[in-house]
C-alpha cells in the first residue's frame, strides 16, 4: 500500500519561509519522479515542482527563484523549500509520485501522477 504523508504547512507572514517535506512508503522510490502541486481555495488544483529521478527540477514561473525542491532517497522523502512567501502562495499543498520510465522525466499535470497524499495547509497572512 503506497502512501504520501507531507507535513510542514502553517501560518507564516509576508515573506517568510517554510519547508514542505513528504514521506513515501509502500514504492520504489528512487524509480519515481515527484511532484509538488498546490490548490488554492475556489482554485483547481495547479502544479508547482517537479524532480526527476535524476534530481533534475522543474518549477512553475510563479515559484521560480523562490522555491527549491529536492529529494533524499535514503529517507523517501521530498522537501519544497519555499521563501519569501506571498499571500498568493496560501492553498493545499500535495505531493505526488509516479513511476518514470525516462529517468530525466518531470511530469506537470495531475493525471500523469499516480500516488498523492492529503495535502498540507500553507497560509501566508500580510
Known amino acids: 500500500q503506497v502512501q504520501l504523508v507531507e507535513s510542514g504547512g502553517g501560518l507564516v507572514q509576508v515573506g517568510g519561509s517554510l519547508r514542505l517535506s513528504c514521506v513515501a512508503s509502500g514504492l520504489i522510490f528512487r524509480r519515481d519522479a515527484l511532484g509538488w502541486f498546490r490548490q488554492a481555495p475556489g482554485k483547481e488544483r495547479e502544479f508547482v515542482a517537479g524532480?526527476?529521478?535524476?534530481?533534475?527540477?522543474y518549477y512553475t514561473d510563479a515559484v521560480k527563484a523562490r522555491f527549491t525542491i529536492s529529494r533524499d532517497n535514503a529517507k523517501n522523502t521530498v522537501y519544497l523549500q519555499m521563501n519569501t512567501l506571498k499571500p498568493e502562495d496560501t492553498a493545499i499543498y500535495y505531493c505526488?509520485?509516479?513511476?518514470?520510465?525516462?529517468?530525466?522525466?518531470?511530469?506537470?499535470?495531475?493525471?500523469?501522477?499516480?500516488?498523492w497524499g492529503q495535502g498540507t495547509q500553507v497560509i501566508v497572512s500580510s
Open positions: 505526488a509520485a509516479v513511476y518514470t520510465i525516462s529517468a530525466a522525466t518531470i511530469p506537470t499535470t495531475q493525471g500523469r501522477y499516480d500516488y
Open positions: 524532480i526527476s529521478r535524476i534530481s533534475s527540477t
